[in-house]
């Protein structure tokens, strides 16, 4: 009887295992070898990264196919979030980079959550993004805002995040703080807002250096848009 007790027991904690727990996370390294790393070439990057030449230097940056590290952080609840909380879930996720202090951040997140259309007279602004908001509001993708640093460019906090998410409110974004910037330097972006896309396995399908338009392109064709 203690035995069957036993099994069943197990049975039932298997079941409660998380997708998260089937990623095996790679981390995010350190440097030298490890990307958002200067280099000299893409020897010392890791492997799927190629070295390449940005604004103020050369860093190791990611390829599609490179799996996505677990960010764990504050999202705008207070609560503690695990990207990989939404792994193997069965649909795409979009990864946004922001700072809180960049207009452009605060146009699209402003035209995403119906404030304003400010964002569609910009100049980086093309008709195709429209869809955007279609599928934001079905919730046929997670959306994931990351803010590192709040409207002094300090690190971003709980709080900062809160007031972002208040200002800016859809019930389908996260938004996450990344204070120590670990997705940024990850991700090495050159300009906000920057989006990369990520399937359900976490691994990057687009990456684009800065701008909204080679990840939302990929996401209408994983999707069949």
Not at 121 to 142: A, P, Q
Not at 157 to 168: K, L, M, N, Q
Request: aromatic share 10%; charged share 25%.
């Amino acid at each position: 009887m203690n035995f069957f007790i036993i099994i069943m027991s197990l049975l039932i904690f298997s079941c409660k295992v998380t997708s998260s727990n089937l990623i095996q996370d790679p981390g995010f390294g350190e440097c030298p070898q490890a990307n958002g790393c200067e280099c000299e070439s893409s020897d010392t990057c890791p492997e799927n990264s190629e070295c390449t030449q940005l604004y103020r230097g050369k860093y190791c940056v990611p390829k599609p196919g490179s799996m996505v590290p677990e960010l764990k952080g504050v999202n705008q609840y207070g609560d503690e979030f695990s990207l990989y909380d939404i792994a193997q879930k069965g649909k795409p996720i979009i990864i946004e980079l922001c700072s809180s202090s960049g207009k452009a951040c605060q146009d699209f997140s402003a035209w995403k959550s119906y404030q304003n259309d400010y964002a569609v007279t910009k100049k980086w602004w093309k008709e195709k993004f429209t869809g955007i908001r279609k599928l934001l509001d079905n919730n046929d993708v997670y959306w994931v805002t990351i803010i590192h640093t709040d409207e002094n460019k300090n690190p971003a906090t709980s709080d900062t995040v809160s007031e972002w998410y208040h200002r800016y409110p859809h019930q389908n974004i996260i938004v996450l703080a990344d204070p120590q910037s670990k997705m940024k330097k990850w991700i090495r972006p050159t300009g906000f807002p920057c989006l990369i896309l990520v399937d359900e396995n976490m691994v990057l399908k687009a990456h684009a250096l800065r701008g909204i338009e080679t990840a939302i392109d990929e996401l209408y064709l994983m999707l069949g848009k």
